[in-house]
C-alpha cells in the first residue's frame, strides 16, 4: 500500500470518525431539543385549559361523587363556553376527566375519545401529581400530559393533553438519513480531495523516486530533484537528497578520475619496463648467437645488459614506494629537529654532484618555548627521502646555486628548495606531480617522473603539504609544510 493511499484512509477515517460522533451527537441534541419543545406546548396548553376549570363554579364534594354509570362525555361547545376551548392547537388532543378517571368532556363527545391512562397514572394525579405517558392510541403513537385540576386540596378535574409523536419520529427519521447521506457524500469528496493533494505533497517525493532509478539506470550523477515549495519536511528532504547527490557526484567522479589515473600509470608502467626489457631480450639474443660475437662486443653488451637490470631495480623500488604510499602505509608522527634532518639531507646531496654549491638558511626567530631550532611532527626518514627528491630534481634541472630555507610561519614549519633553472611554464606545473610525468626538456634527464608524485604521497601521509612554485626564467621552489613539534 502506497503512502499516498495511507496518508488518504487515514485522513477519511478520521474525518469519518469526527463525522461520526458530531452526527450523533446532533441527532440526540434535535431528540431532546424536540421532546422539550413538545412537553412545553402540552404543558402550555394544559395550563390554559386547567385555569379554566379552576374559574369555573364546581363542587368538590360533588365531584368525588360519580354517578353509576357515569354520564356520556359531553362536547367542549356544550361543556364550556370559554374561549380557551375554542383555540386550541389543531394537532393536540384534549381530554376533560372526573377525578375518578372518566371522560367528561372531549371535543366531539364521544366515548371512544377516551386517552389511555394507566392505574400508576391515576393514582398518581388523584395525589395531585402530573402524569407523562407514552402510548397507542388510533394506531399511533402518542405522548399525553396529564394534569389534575385541585381546587380546595380534592381533585376535580383531570386535564390530559396528547399529541402524535409519529411527525417528530418523521422529523428525526429524515434528520438521521440526511446526517448519514451526507457524511457519505462528505468522506467521498473528502477521499478525491484527499487523495488530489496527498499526490500533490507527495509529488517531490516521487520526484526522487524516478531520479533515484534515473541514476541507478543512467549512473549519471548529474540529476538533480526540481523542488520549488516551502522548505517543509519535503523541501528538507528534496534539498538533502540533492545535497547527497552532489557528494556521490564528487565520490563517483573522484573514482573516475582515480580508475583514469591508474589505467594511465599502468600504461606508463608498462611503456617504462618495456624499454630495459626489449634491451635485455635483444642482448641476451645477441650472446645467444653462434657463431659467438667477439669478446669486446661481448663485454659491451654485458655492460648495457647491466645498466638496465640497475634500471628496472630504481624503477620497481620507486614502485614499490608509490605503492606503499596509496596504501596508507603508517608514518611516524614524532617530534624532531628539522634542521639536524636537513644538515643530514643536504650533506648526502652534495655527493651526487660535489661541485654544486647547496646552501642552508635557517630562520632566526627561535620556538616559544625557548628550545634551541625548530622542530616538526613527521617521520624523519621520510621526511629526508622527500628532501633528497627535492635536491636530486634541483641538481638536475638547474645549474648554479641551490638554496633550502626553513621557517616557522604560525603553526607551520615551511621548508623551501630553491633552484636557479630555466622554471616550469604554468600549464605544465599543473602536471608536475601525476606519475610519469615528464616535460618536454626532461627527455634526455634520467628519471622515471616518480620523484615528485612519491614526494606528494609522503607528505600527505605525515600530514603535511607539498607545493610547486615556479616562473619561466626565475627558477622554481618546492615548498614543503609540516606542523610544529
Same mark, same amino acid.
Do not use: M, W
Given at each position: 500500500m502506497s503512502i499516498r493511499l495511507r496518508f488518504t484512509l487515514l485522513y477519511n477515517a478520521i474525518l469519518a470518525l469526527t463525522l461520526l460522533i458530531f452526527? #450523533? /451527537?446532533?441527532?440526540? #441534541?434535535?431528540?431532546?431539543?424536540?421532546?422539550?419543545? =413538545?412537553?412545553? !406546548? %402540552?404543558?402550555?396548553?394544559?395550563?390554559? &385549559?386547567?385555569?379554566? %376549570?379552576?374559574?369555573? +363554579?364546581?363542587?368538590p364534594a360533588a365531584?368525588?361523587?360519580? +354517578?353509576?354509570?357515569?354520564? +356520556?362525555?359531553?362536547?367542549?361547545?356544550?361543556?364550556? *363556553? !370559554?374561549?380557551s376551548f375554542k383555540k386550541l392547537p389543531e394537532r393536540e388532543m384534549v381530554r376533560i376527566l372526573d377525578a375518578a378517571g372518566n371522560l367528561v368532556a372531549s371535543p366531539f363527545g364521544r366515548t371512544d375519545d377516551q386517552l389511555p391512562l394507566s392505574s400508576d397514572g391515576l393514582s398518581t394525579l388523584q395525589n395531585r401529581q402530573d402524569w407523562w405517558e407514552k402510548a397507542v392510541f388510533q394506531d399511533q403513537q402518542v405522548l399525553i400530559y396529564s394534569h389534575p385540576v385541585v381546587v380546595d386540596g380534592a381533585v376535580t378535574y383531570i386535564v390530559q393533553v396528547a399529541r402524535s =409523536?409519529?411527525?417528530?419520529?418523521?422529523?428525526?427519521?429524515? %434528520?438521521?438519513?440526511? $446526517?448519514? #447521506?451526507?457524511?457519505? $457524500?462528505? &468522506? =467521498? &469528496?473528502?477521499f478525491g480531495v484527499g487523495w488530489f493533494f496527498s499526490g500533490f505533497i507527495l509529488d517531490p517525493v516521487r520526484r526522487i523516486t524516478q531520479t533515484a532509478r534515473a541514476i541507478g539506470d543512467e549512473r549519471d550523477f548529474a540529476h538533480r530533484v526540481e523542488y520549488k515549495g516551502p522548505q517543509d519536511e519535503v523541501g528538507q528532504l528534496a534539498t538533502t537528497f540533492n545535497s547527497m547527490l552532489a557528494r556521490l557526484q564528487d565520490a563517483y567522479q573522484k573514482v573516475e578520475h582515480s580508475l583514469e589515473v591508474q589505467r594511465d600509470f599502468v600504461a606508463d608502467v608498462s611503456h617504462e619496463l618495456r624499454t630495459p626489457l626489449t634491451t635485455l631480450r635483444g642482448n641476451l639474443g645477441l650472446l645467444g648467437r653462434i657463431p659467438p660475437i667477439p669478446q669486446e662486443e661481448q663485454a659491451d653488451i654485458l655492460a648495457d645488459m647491466t645498466d638496465e637490470s640497475d634500471r628496472l631495480i630504481r624503477l620497481v623500488n620507486d614502485l614499490l614506494v608509490l605503492a606503499r604510499a596509496d596504501a596508507g602505509r603508517s608514518l611516524a608522527r614524532e617530534s624532531f629537529s628539522v634542521e639536524l634532518a636537513l644538515d643530514e639531507t643536504i650533506r648526502q646531496a652534495r655527493q651526487l654532484d660535489p661541485q654544486r654549491e647547496i646552501s642552508l638558511i635557517v630562520d632566526e626567530h627561535k620556538q616559544a618555548d625557548g628550545g634551541a631550532g625548530l622542530f616538526v611532527m613527521g617521520d624523519r626518514d621520510a621526511l629526508k627521502q622527500v628532501l633528497l627528491i627535492a635536491l636530486d630534481n634541483a641538481l638536475k634541472h638547474s645549474t648554479g646555486l641551490i638554496q633550502v630555507r626553513?621557517?616557522?610561519? /604560525?603553526?607551520?614549519?615551511?621548508?623551501? #628548495?630553491?633552484?636557479? /633553472?630555466?622554471?616550469?611554464? +604554468?600549464?605544465? $606545473?599543473? *602536471? &608536475?606531480f601525476d606519475r610519469f610525468y615528464r616535460g618536454e626538456e626532461a627527455i634526455t634527464i634520467p628519471g622515471f617522473g616518480l620523484g615528485l608524485p612519491i614526494a606528494k604521497s609522503l607528505m600527505i601521509a605525515m600530514g603535511g603539504e607539498i607545493e610547486m612554485r615556479s616562473q619561466p626564467g626565475r627558477g622554481s621552489s618546492l615548498a614543503l609544510s609540516l606542523q610544529v613539534g
Open positions: 452526527g #450523533v /451527537g446532533l441527532y440526540f #441534541v434535535q431528540v431532546g431539543n424536540t421532546f422539550d419543545a =413538545l412537553k412545553k !406546548d %402540552l404543558f402550555r396548553t394544559s395550563s390554559a &385549559i386547567s385555569d379554566v %376549570l379552576q374559574r369555573s +363554579p364546581t363542587d365531584a368525588l361523587k360519580q +354517578p353509576e354509570p357515569p354520564p +356520556p362525555p359531553k362536547p367542549f361547545d356544550t361543556f364550556s *363556553h !370559554d374561549e =409523536l409519529t411527525e417528530n419520529e418523521r422529523s428525526l427519521q429524515f %434528520l438521521s438519513t440526511t $446526517l448519514v #447521506v451526507a457524511s457519505l $457524500l462528505t &468522506i =467521498l &469528496i473528502a626553513v621557517a616557522r610561519k /604560525g603553526a607551520l614549519v615551511e621548508i623551501c #628548495v630553491q633552484d636557479q /633553472g630555466e622554471g616550469i611554464a +604554468p600549464d605544465k $606545473l599543473e *602536471h &608536475i
